[in-house]
């Protein structure tokens, strides 16, 4: 836990005790500070309460001795209205905060040359905060890892000087974290996403960069318009840019030259690591994700050997492209978390002869944009209530079948790919929610992992 004892002796409310605001209520408390929290969900005040929280109805606090709120990253702020405990924050005067925020004030007061790395993006930031801190701490370093993805920042060991925080930032973290100042600050890429909470695309992203305007090095991505002028931007305004790209550079940073990592630094250009032969590190989109975490690395002071050790040796993350097993030449993919076309473009780019299994609660658009992919899938098992709009959008360019459960989905394409005699690819990548079916991905994505360790004569990784 880090105690966050900015606060001592304050009073300090707090609205959203999931996991994150419970931890946040819990380090505060640690601290010193008076904390009086709240939930919707009187389970979960009840919750807080057996921990020793104070709890309250926020709408009967005296707003007069709040020091600060703070506010779960998953409670609007602003859009598509501030929530009722926001309103009564902003009316008093009192500012908002979120976990972030605690974090970095207590890191500036107790260890303020602790390396931060924080690293956001539409897509990919889980898996490059998981490749960082993996390549980190395969080399030895000290690493504490959390944010968005996994462990709250505040229930992680302290700042310290020899401690390296790797962490994930959400769009709604950084907009209660004013002060965020990293070490180094990572900006994968942008597109269209959480526009309901933020109002417009320019303001989503000029929330995310906030993450890279302050930091000691801004890793930025710029192979999308708006993250090349955020780069452009933090340039002009003094920060310390490396660039990363699919596409060559010839400035600093790093750059993909198909599975080849290359280092673009004053000195010249060379190559630092290949993607060769990298299951969890398939695809472009990963290309990225890996120059993003070279780069971090390389100004870390990692040598190229560790970095190319810990490329080798990284497991990836569950439910993203995981590998689950083979049965002979047929490898089966877990593709849960791709919860929408942009998401499933990125599988369908990284394989072919595919045995698709997608579906599920659609989002807008369906699977429309993926119509340049159909030629990669020999045939479609469609699942859940998209099934109809989904077989409606491939028509007769994909064989497809009305599975309509995973269980189901699953056996047909094994059995499919039994009967093919070579080599293909049983892809569970949803294009869809799981709500229909299943509580979320994760579930959803547990589900086809044990479906297919039960098949007969598979060979599982990782079981």
């Known amino acids: 836990m880090v105690p966050v004892t900015t606060f001592a002796g304050r009073t300090v409310a707090l609205f959203g005790l999931g996991g994150s605001g419970l931890a946040t209520a819990l380090a505060l408390k640690a601290g010193g500070a008076h904390v009086i929290a709240s939930d919707d969900n009187p389970a979960k005040m009840e919750e807080a309460n057996a921990k020793g929280i104070e709890t309250a109805d926020l709408r009967n606090a005296d707003w007069s001795k709040v020091s600060s709120f703070i506010l779960s990253p998953g409670v609007p702020l ?19 905060i979120g976990d972030i925020e605690l974090f970095c004030r207590e890191r500036a007061r107790i260890a ?37 993805i996994g462990t709250a920042i505040l229930s992680l060991e302290p700042p310290a000087d020899n401690r390296i925080h790797v962490i994930e930032c959400s769009s709604f973290q950084i907009d209660l974290a004013p002060s965020l100042a990293p070490t180094i600050g990572v900006h994968l890429n ?51 840019v490396a660039r990363i790209s699919v596409e060559p550079l010839s400035v600093k940073g790093v ?66 492209m995981e590998e689950v097993g083979r049965i002979g030449s047929t490898l089966f993919i877990n593709d849960s978390k791709a919860t929408n076309a942009d998401s499933t473009e990125k599988a369908l780019k990284s394989f072919d002869d595919i045995l698709w299994i997608a579906g599920g609660k659609a989002k807008e658009g369906g699977i429309e944009p993926l119509t340049r992919y159909f030629p990669k899938i020999r045939k479609a098992y469609l699942i859940g209530a998209a099934a109809d709009e989904f077989a409606k959008t491939l028509g007769d360019a994909v064989p497809h079948v009305h599975s309509g459960t995973l269980d189901k989905a699953v056996a047909q394409a094994a059995a499919d790919a039994q009967a093919l005699g070579s080599a293909a690819v049983v892809l569970l990548s949803p294009a869809c929610a799981s709500y229909d079916q299943f509580p979320n991905y994760e579930v959803r994505g547990n589900h086809f992992r044990d479906l297919v360790r039960a098949l007969p004569g598979i060979e599982a990784k990782g079981a």
């Open 78 to 96: 602003t859009h598509p209205e501030p929530h009722w405990s926001a309103k009564l924050a902003k009316e008093a005067g009192v500012e908002i």
């Open 112 to 148: 303020p040359n602790a390396p931060l790395v924080a690293i956001t993006g539409t897509n990919g930031k889980s898996t490059t905060t998981a490749l960082i801190a993996h390549i980190l701490r395969e080399s030895g370093r000290d690493v504490q890892m959390g944010g968005n």
């Open 190 to 240: 942008l597109s269209p996403d959480h526009i309901d909470r933020h109002g417009t695309m320019e303001l989503y992203a000029a929330i995310k960069e906030r993450l890279v305007s302050k930091a000691g090095l801004a890793v930025i991505g710029v192979d999308d318009p708006m993250s090349r002028a955020i780069a452009e931007a933090c340039e002009a305004n003094g920060v310390n």
């Open 255 to 320: 750059f993909a030259d198909g599975e080849t990592l290359v280092g673009v630094t004053e000195a010249g250009t060379a190559p630092v690591a290949t993607l060769s032969g990298i299951g969890s590190l398939r695809g472009a989109h990963n290309a990225q994700n890996a120059a993003a975490a070279i780069a971090v690395a390389l100004a870390l002071n990692v040598s190229p050997e560790a970095i190319r050790s810990g490329l080798h040796t990284f497991p990836g993350l569950p439910h993203r």
